[in-house]
Every structure is written in structure tokens, then in C-alpha cells.
């Protein structure tokens, strides 16, 4: 869950923040924690139950076609996503004049380094030690002294949309739901899980391990929210953080210790979901094609697993230094892929949690497949919504009465 909190979730709430202030976004950021727990016990459950990884199961119980489709579909979305982690790298470490080349060539060795361990406990215990920092943002957050009425009121009125239904808020909104739920964490979880070697005993200290993951995960999101808003009262324009640099914008207003801390954090959420998300592309792949797929093997036994993990990353840190790259709207844009991509994940899930055969009792109650019905339904109409805004944004102007 603190994985979640990745690179381009933290931009995406950076942007939100100094674009449209906190009054509507802390309860909907809220909202997407929730529902990512809810898609999460679910993979857990899943995995303890059938010790099989996702892409696996979804090759087993709904044939070849379904599962290369689900594979490729994932690797797609997983390239996209890891440019933008490797961007938020970049645009993190360029505040301490990190040249984007040796901002590049750093994280593929940090990155390369953590893979080889050939452990599954040493690189978990790596990448958690590493995560711990996306609590960062929180002494951030209390350094950009937000007005806590202002954040209490947030909670206990959900606020309308800041101007209304728009192409741009619609843009937001998506960006922050696939900042929390996206199809990645499905895969990665899942394996991660089978990996880990849990059984259903071990199913109850998932669940606890989740919940703790999403109430961290999430505090760490909102003071990215708080930390940004200032940047909204101050009416700052896009040019500011064109490339990302939301640090640089910030410095004026919490100081350049603040700043630098910001930075950091942005730089460990691009380096853990680097890791993690890579690593679901090589689980995906190894699952589907029916080779060798841990990260308790060694190179020379798991040649394609780590193949798939070094290659993917060699050719986004390549992309990513490509000049004029309009960063933030990539962040944006990929994170908005992902949620139209999210469906039909859910929809695979939602399936195999509730096939009688391989979970016997753990199959999902009623109460968990109402919430998972909902979640489907809610993305559904998101990415309907973001359809009709670019194909007629006419049709939202009338609406909000432009």
C-alpha cells in the first residue's frame, strides 16, 4: 500500500493541491484509500487460497487468450507507469542539481541492487526500509502551516467540484483515483503474496498488514494535499511545475529545508514503485509463459524474470531523458490510463474470488462483493465521464453554466 504512493500518485496530488485546494479532494482521497483496500484483501485472500499469482490464474481458469490479454494489457500499463515513476525521480533529484542522466544511471543500480538479493525477505525488508520515507510528506505538510478549520470543515462537508465538471477536474480526479487504485497492485500483491509463502492462516495479518498500509499510505497522500495548497491560495500558474517542480514552486513558502524534504519524498515514492511495479511485470510474464518467476531464485535460473525487470527499466530511464518532455501531463494522463484500464482488472478479480472451486469458504461474502460492484461501477462511470468531456467538453460547459 505504501508502493501505491508512488511517484506519479504523489505529483498527482501535488497537483491537485496547488490547483484546486483541499475542500473536495481530502474526503475523495479518502475514498480511493477505501476502495483500494477493498480490491486489496481481495488479491490477498486470492493468493493465500490458490498460491497462484494472478496473471496464473486468470491463464488457468480462463485460457490462454485471456491470460496473454491480461499479461500484455498489464505490461502496458506497467511501461507507462514506470515512466512516470522514473520522472518523478528525475524531477525530485533536480533539486539538488542532480544532472537527469545520473538521476537515471542512480536509480537503475539502486534499482538493480535491490533485485539482487535473490531473497524475497531481503528485498521486502529493502524496499519497506525505503518506503518508511513516503511518511515524509507529513512534517511537510505541518511546515506549510495549513489551516486546520479549513481541513476539519474538508472532512465533515464533502464540498462540490472547484469549478464544476470540467475536462481539467475530471483530468484530477481520475489522475487521483488511479494514483491509489490501479491494475498493478492487483498482480503485484497477489504474487507478492505467493511468494511471501502466506496460507490461510496468515489471511487475518494480511488483512491487518493492508488496512495499516492504507491508513499510512493514506495520511501520507493528504499531506501531500496540505503541503501543495499553498500554492493554490498563492494562484500559482501550471508554468510553475511544468516539469515537476513542485519542490522549487514550494521553496518560497515552507523554506528550503521543506522544499528538500519534499523532494526526497517524491524521490523515494519514484524508487520504491520503480522497484515494485517492475517486479510485477517480470511476476506477470514468468506466470503466463510458464518460466521461472521469484525473488528467491538466481539470475542464472530465473534469466527471463530479471531480464523482463532489467530490460523494462533500462528503456524507460532512456525515455525519460528525452528533451522537452512535458512531465506533468504525462503523470496526469498515465494515471487516468489506469483507471480506464482498471475494470476490467476488477472484473477478473471479482471472478476468481468468488469461484467456489479453488477458494472453497474464502469465497467473497455478499458485503465485499456489493463493495467490489460499486467500485466497478464508479470507475466505470469515471472513465465514461472523461470520454464525453474530451469528445464534447461542450456538453460540461452548459452544465456548469459557461
Known amino acids: 500500500m505504501l508502493g501505491e504512493n508512488d511517484g506519479p500518485s504523489m505529483l498527482s496530488y501535488a497537483a491537485t493541491g496547488a490547483k484546486f485546494g483541499i475542500g473536495f479532494f481530502i474526503p475523495f482521497i479518502l475514498l480511493t484509500f477505501l476502495m483500494a483496500i477493498v480490491v486489496q484483501e481481495m488479491t490477498v485472500r486470492l493468493g493465500a487460497a490458490t498460491h497462484r499469482g494472478h496473471a496464473e490464474l486468470i491463464f488457468e481458469r480462463f485460457g490462454p487468450f485471456w491470460g496473454w490479454f491480461s499479461m500484455i494489457d498489464l505490461g502496458i500499463g506497467n511501461f507507462l507507469t514506470l515512466i512516470t515513476e522514473f520522472i518523478a525521480i528525475r524531477a525530485g533529484l533536480s533539486f539538488f542539481g542532480v544532472p537527469p542522466w545520473l538521476a537515471m544511471l542512480g536509480t537503475l543500480v539502486l534499482l538493480y541492487t535491490a533485485l539482487m538479493s535473490h531473497r524475497y525477505w531481503t528485498w521486502e525488508r529493502l524496499t519497506m526500509a525505503i518506503a518508511a ?205 489506469a483507471v480506464l484500464a482498471m475494470p476490467p482488472a476488477l472484473v477478473f478479480l471479482f471472478m476468481l474470488v468468488n469461484d467456489r472451486e479453488i477458494m472453497g469458504d474464502l469465497v467473497s461474502p455478499l458485503w465485499a462483493n456489493i463493495l467490489a460492484g460499486i467500485i466497478v461501477l464508479l470507475l466505470t462511470a469515471a472513465g465514461i465521464l472523461f470520454g464525453i468531456s474530451v469528445i464534447a467538453p461542450n456538453i460540461f460547459a452548459a452544465l456548469s453554466g459557461r
Open 133 to 337: 520515507f513516503n511518511l515524509i510528506f507529513i512534517p511537510v505538510a505541518l511546515m506549510a502551516h495549513p489551516h486546520w478549520d479549513a481541513v476539519g470543515k474538508a472532512l465533515l462537508v464533502w464540498k462540490p467540484l472547484p469549478g464544476g465538471l470540467t475536462k481539467d477536474t475530471l483530468l484530477i480526479v481520475l489522475a487521483d483515483i488511479g494514483a491509489t487504485v490501479t491494475p498493478w497492485m492487483i498482480f503485484f500483491q497477489q504474487s507478492a503474496t505467493v511468494d511471501k509463502g502466506l496460507t490461510r492462516p496468515d489471511i487475518p495479518f494480511g488483512r491487518i498488514d493492508t488496512i495499516i498500509g492504507g491508513v499510512l499510505a493514506a495520511a501520507a497522500a493528504i499531506a501531500v494535499l496540505l503541503a501543495t495548497a499553498p500554492l493554490f491560495a498563492l494562484h500559482m500558474t501550471a508554468a510553475n511545475y511544468q516539469a515537476a517542480e513542485f519542490a522549487q514552486a514550494l521553496e518560497p513558502v515552507i523554506g528550503h529545508a521543506g522544499a528538500a524534504l519534499f523532494a526526497l519524498g517524491i524521490v523515494e515514492a519514484g524508487i520504491v514503485a520503480a522497484v515494485t511495479i517492475s517486479t510485477s511485470s517480470a511476476y506477470a510474464f514468468g506466470e503466463v509463459a510458464g518460466l521461472p518467476h521469484s525473488l528467491n531464485i538466481p539470475f542464472k535460473e530465473g534469466k527471463s524474470f530479471y531480464g523482463v525487470l532489467f530490460a523494462c527499466a533500462a528503456v524507460v530511464a532512456g525515455i525519460v531523458l528525452i528533451p522537452s518532455l512535458p512531465l506533468v501531463y504525462v503523470v496526469l494522463v498515465v494515471n487516468v490510463i
